[in-house]
């Protein structure tokens, strides 16, 4: 993405990450995840044409690389670059807001949360 | 908002806000803006449909509370709730977040950023 609806930190960031799935994603990869398939498994159930789309589009961002992991098929793992990591502070603030405001939701391991 | 993609705080708070433009109009409650009129102004141009759609999807979620501020015609304000207000630790580090790694976007005013 090169062009962003205005230099505020906070539309840009949104032009970025700014939809229903990319942070979910994200989620994954913080928290151990690397593998088209294990994406799939998440309770959210992305679908795979949103899979594909966003980890594409993560990737031309730069939050995420990838690397092959097996040849025949071709299958690529994916991790983190510290750009993509870098946005675990957020994370972090969403699950204190969601674990206050909304009841029901899960609360996070420690290791996910701590400072 | 009822139902939610499962019991993660991330997935949930996605479900109310994970979208380009509630946390734009978000952003301009908090640093001062409260009517239609105000947040048509900001520089990323919001068109009018989504504006409005916006302000009633975070009315019904709990972000925020409208009141008339004039009669002929009928004009509203709108301001934060608490739960709202609460999502402001969120757009602190995504300020953070892109002013680190995106070149160029603005730095906000120091009180916008302070814990």
């Excluded at 690397?34 to 899979?51: A, D, H, K, M, V």
């Excluded at 750009?83 to 391991?109: D, I, K, Q, S």
């Amino acid at each position: 993405m090169t062009a962003y609806r205005s230099p505020c930190p906070i539309a840009t960031t949104l032009d970025i990450v700014g939809d229903r799935w990319t942070l979910v994603i994200l989620r994954d990869l913080l928290t151990g995840k690397s593998r088209y398939s294990e994406f799939l498994t998440s309770p959210e159930r992305i679908t795979t044409n949103i899979l594909a789309d966003r980890l594409e589009k993560m990737e031309a961002a730069g939050l995420i690389e990838r690397s092959p992991y097996q040849q025949r098929p071709l299958r690529h793992a994916y991790r983190l670059t510290d750009m993509g990591r870098a946005l675990h502070p957020m994370l972090r603030e969403m699950c204190r807001w969601a674990n206050r405001y909304v009841p029901g939701t899960w609360t996070p391991p420690e290791s996910f949360v701590r400072e």
